[in-house]
């Protein structure tokens, strides 16, 4: 497979994403001096052979891929960890993993010395697709997920579609779920091309791969106009407001990706009540988004808790107000505020105990 590399413009300069199968082979056979790996522990275990070299580094941090393990209170040991093993500024962090591990990795990196160097292999489909670029760190204290962060680049991202062989269906749905958010931040042409294609995705990796570059493009337009987040960016976090919730409401018991799936369909069926939005659109996105969420509209999601998470999301401006991006009659999403009245926490109500399973 030759998929096309891309180079990202960054506050820090530019830094290349590359397709390369081999890129795991080539750095265990010749480990370069002055490095530090941070690796997901499930990774390191399946794939212990071929990273044989790098577990043998004498600078190894291996970590579970869960959530607490992100915690600020977790970070003195990983600090501690670098500190014994001689850290120094002029090195560079190495991570081998999803999500989480980019996330640990990408704030010691920003605030180790006050900054150091670090390179991504992402091993989940939602790093590969989505957060391997766009140069955010969060990371969580206390019962606040994502509340701290930075946004620091890393220096190269090395793709290699080969691990996704090992993920569990979940996984890589919560994945296809933020690839799917992707196309339609596009527009309904690009929605369409997924959709058509959504089945390939799971047996055919030149169509993966054929869709991670995809949504890695579009993705690179916005962030290289708006790194920080202030503008065009925002519109990333359709799906999220609602996802977010879903998460926190579930007590993370539905994957990140897939509380996304259900919150775009959501944010589309209640874009349609709320009048600026359209039925057919709802309609239209429904079969894929419910396909890709199958398996969890049973998931029971306590209204209270929902509304809670809904009400502290970081994205909210003002008081009784939620900041929503939702699409409108031509399936563009923008960003908006919306009143937390009763007709909105009553669709909201009705669209999770009846429409979400329909
Ligand atoms: N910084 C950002 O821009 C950003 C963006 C989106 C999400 N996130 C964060 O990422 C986290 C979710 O990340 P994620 O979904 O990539 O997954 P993850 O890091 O939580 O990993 C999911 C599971 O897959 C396992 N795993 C990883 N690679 C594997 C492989 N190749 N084969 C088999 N198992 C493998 C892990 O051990 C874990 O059990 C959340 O904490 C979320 O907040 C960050
Ligand atoms: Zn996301």
Redesign the pocket.
Do not use: M, Y
């Given at each position: 497979m030759t998929t096309e590399n891309l180079t990202i413009r960054s506050h820090k300069g530019p830094y290349e994403v590359r397709f390369d199968d081999d890129a795991l082979a080539r750095l265990n056979a010749d480990v370069p001096d002055g490095v530090h790996f941070i690796v997901?522990?499930?990774?390191a275990d399946?794939y212990a052979t071929d990273m044989d070299a790098i577990l043998s580094h004498p600078s190894v941090l291996r970590i579970?891929?869960t959530?607490s393990n992100?915690s600020l209170d977790r970070f003195p040991a990983y600090v501690q960890h670098l500190i014994d093993r001689g850290i120094r500024r002029e090195h560079v962090l190495i991570a081998i993993?999803?999500?989480?591990?980019?996330?640990i990795t990408?704030f010691l990196a920003a605030t180790l010395l006050r900054g150091v160097d670090w390179r991504f292999y992402p091993?989940?489909l939602?790093?590969q697709a989505?957060?391997c670029i766009?140069s955010?760190?969060?990371i969580n204290s206390g019962s606040a997920k994502?509340i701290l962060g930075t946004f620091t680049p890393p220096k190269q991202v090395f793709v290699s579609t080969r691990?996704?062989e090992?993920?569990?269906e979940r996984?890589v749905r919560?994945g296809v779920g933020e690839m799917i958010k992707v196309q339609v931040i596009d527009g309904p042409k690009s929605f369409d091309a997924i959709a058509r294609s959504y089945d390939s995705l799971f047996t055919d990796p030149v169509v993966m791969e054929h869709f991670i570059h995809r949504s890695l493009d579009v993705k690179k337009g916005y962030i290289e106009r708006d790194e920080f987040d202030r503008g065009p960016r925002n519109v990333f976090n359709y799906g999220h407001s609602f996802g977010h919730a879903i998460e926190a409401a579930t007590d993370f018991a539905v994957?990140?990706?897939i509380a996304v799936t259900m919150g775009m369909d959501m944010a589309n069926w209640l874009a349609a009540r709320l009048g600026i939005g359209d039925d057919a659109h709802w309609a239209r996105m429904h079969p894929v988004l419910r396909g890709n969420y199958r398996g969890y509209e049973t998931t029971e999601i306590p209204l209270d808790p929902f509304f809670s998470a809904l009400s502290k999301d970081k994205k909210n401006v003002g008081q009784g107000t939620v900041t929503l991006i939702l699409p409108d009659r031509d399936a563009r999403v923008f960003r908006d505020a919306y009143p937390a009245d009763d007709a909105f926490r009553a669709a909201c109500r009705h669209y999770l105990e009846d429409i979400r399973r329909s």
């Open positions: 997901d522990g499930r990774v399946l579970d891929a959530e992100k993993g999803g999500g989480i591990t980019q996330d990408c091993t989940t939602l790093a989505d957060s766009g955010k760190s969060s994502n691990f996704l090992t993920l569990d996984d919560s994957p990140h990706g």
